[in-house]
C-alpha cells in the first residue's frame, strides 16, 4: 500500500504545484532529469521506468503474500520468473505504442520523416498498441506452459501502477493537454496557447491508474478461482475510463474529431470494452474446464 500512497502524493504534488485555485502556469518542469557524459535522461523515459520497477516490486509482495498465505494466485511462478516476462512484454508494449501511433495517429507526417520514428524521447506513444504488443509477447511466452490467463490476470493487477506514472511523464513532457476549461484547477500549457486546459493527463493518472489498481487489488484479495477475471476487469476498465478521459482530453491536431464528436482514441477504446466485458464473463468458462 506504500506504493499506492507515494503513487498518490506524486500526482496531487504535480496537480497543486504553484497552486491557489487560481488558473496554474505549467510547472517550470526541466525534461532533462541530468547528463551523463552529454547523454541527455529525460524524466520522460525515466517515469516509464519507475513504473515498471514499481509494478515488478508491487508483483513481488503480491506473490509473497500468496506463498505466505498458501494461495494459487500466481500461476506456480517465482518473482525471477514474472520480472522477465514483464520486461519483456514492457519492451514489447514500447514497440507496440510507437508503431500503434505512427499508423494510426500521424502516418503521413512519419513517411515523410522516417528517422522520427525512432525519437521516442519527443513523446508520441499509443497505449492501445502498447497493449497489443503486451498481448502477442505475453502468449509467445507462456504458450508452452499454457498459463496464459493466469499470468495476464498477475499483470493486468499491477499494470495501472505503471500506466499511472506514465500519464504523469505525459503531464512533465507538456503533452496530451486537455481541452480549454474555466475550472480552477485549469492549467496554461505551454506550447497550447493562453487559455487554461483541463490537465487531463493527470486525470488518466488518477482514473487509469489508481482508481482501476485499487479495484484489482480489492477483486485479487477475494481470491477468486476465475481466469482471466481480473485481466476483463483492466480492458474493461481501462477502455471505460480512456473513453470517459477523452472528452476532457484536446483531440491530436492532425486527426481532430474522427467521428461525429468522438476521438480516435474513444474509437479505439470501444473495442477494448467490449472484449474486457467478454473477457470477465468467460472466466468462469474458463474455470471450469480446467
Same mark, same amino acid.
Given at each position: 500500500?506504500?506504493?499506492?500512497?507515494?503513487?498518490?502524493?506524486?500526482?496531487?504534488?504535480?496537480?497543486?504545484?504553484?497552486?491557489?485555485?487560481?488558473?496554474?502556469?505549467?510547472?517550470?518542469?526541466?525534461?532533462?532529469?541530468?547528463?551523463?557524459?552529454?547523454?541527455?535522461?529525460?524524466?520522460?523515459?525515466?517515469?516509464?521506468?519507475?513504473?515498471?520497477?514499481?509494478?515488478?516490486?508491487?508483483?513481488?509482495?503480491?506473490?509473497?503474500? *500468496?506463498?505466505?498465505?498458501?494461495?494459487?494466485?500466481?500461476?506456480?511462478?517465482?518473482?525471477?520468473?514474472?520480472?522477465?516476462?514483464?520486461?519483456?512484454?514492457?519492451?514489447?508494449?514500447?514497440?507496440?505504442?510507437?508503431?500503434?501511433?505512427?499508423?494510426?495517429? *500521424?502516418?503521413?507526417?512519419?513517411?515523410?520523416?522516417?528517422?522520427?520514428?525512432?525519437?521516442?524521447?519527443?513523446?508520441?506513444?499509443?497505449?492501445?498498441?502498447?497493449?497489443?504488443?503486451?498481448?502477442?509477447?505475453?502468449?509467445?511466452?507462456?504458450?508452452?506452459?499454457?498459463?496464459?490467463?493466469?499470468?495476464?490476470?498477475?499483470?493486468?493487477?499491477?499494470?495501472?501502477?505503471?500506466?499511472?506514472?506514465?500519464?504523469?511523464?505525459?503531464?512533465?513532457?507538456?503533452?496530451?493537454?486537455?481541452?480549454?476549461? *474555466?475550472?480552477?484547477?485549469?492549467?496554461?500549457?505551454?506550447?497550447?496557447? *493562453?487559455?487554461?486546459?483541463?490537465?487531463?493527463?493527470?486525470?488518466?493518472?488518477?482514473?487509469?491508474?489508481?482508481?482501476?489498481?485499487?479495484?484489482?487489488?480489492?477483486?485479487?484479495?477475494?481470491?477468486?478461482?476465475?481466469?482471466?477475471?481480473?485481466?476483463?476487469?483492466?480492458?474493461?476498465?481501462?477502455?471505460?475510463?480512456?473513453?470517459?478521459?477523452?472528452?476532457?482530453?484536446?483531440?491530436?491536431?492532425?486527426?481532430?474529431?474522427?467521428?461525429?464528436?468522438?476521438?480516435?482514441?474513444?474509437?479505439?477504446?470501444?473495442?477494448?470494452?467490449?472484449?474486457?466485458?467478454?473477457?470477465?464473463?468467460?472466466?468462469?468458462?474458463?474455470?471450469?474446464?480446467?
Amino acid at each position: 500500500m506504500k506504493l499506492i500512497y507515494i503513487f498518490l502524493a506524486t500526482i496531487c504534488a504535480l496537480l497543486f504545484a504553484q497552486s491557489s485555485f487560481a488558473y496554474l502556469q505549467f510547472p517550470n518542469l526541466d525534461p532533462v532529469a541530468f547528463s551523463i557524459m552529454g547523454f541527455q535522461v529525460r524524466w520522460y523515459g525515466l517515469f516509464y521506468l519507475f513504473g515498471l520497477a514499481g509494478a515488478i516490486l508491487l508483483n513481488y509482495f503480491l506473490l509473497k503474500s *500468496d506463498h505466505k498465505n498458501s494461495q494459487t494466485y500466481n500461476a506456480n511462478l517465482t518473482a525471477s520468473q514474472f520480472n522477465d516476462i514483464a520486461i519483456n512484454c514492457f519492451l514489447a508494449a514500447i514497440v507496440g505504442g510507437r508503431l500503434f501511433y505512427v499508423i494510426f495517429y *500521424d502516418l503521413n507526417y512519419y513517411l515523410q520523416h522516417p528517422i522520427e520514428i525512432f525519437y521516442l524521447h519527443k513523446g508520441g506513444m499509443s497505449f492501445h498498441g502498447g497493449f497489443v504488443g503486451t498481448v502477442v509477447a505475453l502468449y509467445l511466452q507462456t504458450r508452452k506452459e499454457k498459463n496464459f490467463w493466469q499470468v495476464a490476470d498477475l499483470g493486468a493487477t499491477v499494470i495501472p501502477f505503471a500506466l499511472g506514472l506514465g500519464r504523469c511523464a505525459n503531464f512533465i513532457n507538456g503533452e496530451l493537454w486537455g481541452r480549454v476549461t *474555466d475550472v480552477p484547477w485549469g492549467v496554461v500549457f505551454l506550447g497550447a496557447g *493562453d487559455l487554461p486546459r483541463h490537465p487531463s493527463q493527470l486525470y488518466e493518472a488518477l482514473l487509469e491508474g489508481v482508481v482501476l489498481l485499487v479495484i484489482l487489488l480489492i477483486v485479487r484479495k477475494k481470491r477468486l478461482n476465475l481466469p482471466g477475471l481480473l485481466s476483463g476487469i483492466f480492458v474493461f476498465g481501462y477502455g471505460v475510463s480512456r473513453f470517459i478521459i477523452e472528452f476532457f482530453r484536446e483531440p491530436d491536431a492532425q486527426l481532430g474529431f474522427v467521428l461525429g464528436p468522438f476521438t480516435q482514441g474513444q474509437l479505439l477504446s470501444l473495442p477494448m470494452i467490449i472484449i474486457g466485458l467478454w473477457i470477465m464473463f468467460s472466466s468462469k468458462k474458463r474455470a471450469i474446464s480446467q
